[in-house]
Every structure is written in C-alpha cells, then in structure tokens.
C-alpha cells in the first residue's frame, strides 16, 4: 500500500517568512495530492491540491510542487500571517479508489 | 458547516457503555469515511463505504462497527471501548465512485472513554 512521510513534524516561522513542508509517497501509482490545514479545535480543510499531470500549482500565497520522478511534493507558504498557524496534512490518493493515505502533519507556527 | 455534521462533538463515556456517532452529509456524495485521529499520529482511516456498500475496514477491532444506512448518513457503533480509543473521530465525504476531488470532513467526536 502507499506510505506517506511528511516533514518536518513541527515548523516555525517569523511574520512575513516563507514555509516549507515536504511530502513523499511510495506508491507510483498515486495521482492526486491535496493539502488540508487544520486549526485548532476545527476540522480538516482543503487549502489546495495538485494531479500528477500537473508540476505546479499556486493560489495566493500558497503554492504546491510535484516531482513524480522523485515521489515527492511540497507545500510552499510565502509571506507567511499568523492565522497560517496550524496543522498541515498532505495526502496522496490513486484516483481509482479515492482512498487518501494522510501525512503525520506539521504544526507550523507564525511568530508575529 | 462545510456540508457534514457529526453529532455529538464531544462524548465520555465508561469502558462499559454502548454509544453511537453520527454523520450526516448534504452534498451528494457516494462515499464516506470514519477517521480516527490521535495526538501526534498520522489520521488513520477505519471505515470506507462507496454508494452504502463498505468497501474498507482497516482491521479495526470489533468494539467498533459502522453502518451506512445511505449515502447521507453514516454511524459508528461503539460498544466495551478502551482509554486508548479516546481520540478525535472525523467523517469525512467526496464524490466517490473513481472521481477525483477532496475530502471535506465534519468537525469530529472528541471521544473521552473513562
């Protein structure tokens, strides 16, 4: 089955920094790779998600890469705010199936 | 609310309780999920159902059993529980059936078991 290693397991960042974080996965099957931030107390939530025919995608200051050759893709944050603090999951899926095999996260913290 | 509501948000009970969780979604998703996350653990997937039938249990012990009524709602069982179950409990929906697209989670049962 797929195995999903996520790091770093914690992350620490000053107002107006970027932020990092490093997923891989071993099954080369996996096609679809979405990111979900977790707030304190609150549920999961998508924040942005990439398909494997697809290097890179950016929203805003969000940013997410995938370099299937090398199984592995990343979470890019830029001008990083204190409401980005957080847990952040990734997640990667073979789409046929829609199982999604989850990270062990990164709880990022944005120092004002 | 995002479109999945789970009920209650917080639950304690004794090692000898029976208890049920609930899920319910409006979004016309197929599938559904239960998660179990813990602190400081990756979210591990216990139940999956696409279109009510289940199509996943991740040797999840017995203690726990799930039923999907229909695509809208979903339960888990709970019944002679152990402390080391307490953790949050987060369904989750997507469109299923193959396509692609994220999940989007319900706010969780924080389950207390004493």
């Known amino acids: ?112 | 609310e995002t479109g999945v509501t789970q009920t209650p948000r917080h639950l304690v009970m004794g090692m000898t309780n029976k208890k049920s969780l609930k899920c319910e979604q409006h979004l016309g998703h197929n599938a559904m999920y239960w998660y179990k996350q813990s602190a400081k653990k990756p979210l591990e997937l216990m139940f999956v159902y696409n279109f009510k039938e289940q199509t996943e249990n991740n040797s999840v012990p017995s203690r726990f059993s799930p039923e999907c009524p229909n695509s809208s709602h979903l339960f888990l069982h709970l019944h002679t529980l152990q402390p080391e179950d307490s953790a949050l409990y987060l369904c989750a929906s997507s469109r299923g059936g193959g396509s692609r697209g994220g999940y989007t989670f319900g706010s969780g049962t924080r389950l207390t078991v004493v």
């Open chain 1, 1 to 112: 089955g797929e195995n999903v290693e996520q790091h770093p397991s914690t992350l620490s960042v000053q107002e107006g920094d970027s932020a990092v974080i490093k997923c891989t996965y071993s099954d080369s099957a996996s096609n679809y790779f979405p990111w979900y931030k977790q707030e304190l107390g609150k549920r999961p939530q998508l924040i942005i998600d990439i398909r494997s025919n697809v290097g890179e995608k950016k929203d805003q200051r969000i940013a997410v890469t995938l370099n299937k050759t090398a199984k592995h893709f990343s979470l890019h944050i830029t001008e990083t705010q204190p409401e980005d603090s957080a847990v952040y999951f990734c997640a990667a899926s073979n789409i046929p199936g829609n199982q999604f095999y989850f990270g062990t996260g990164t709880s990022l913290t944005v120092i004002p």
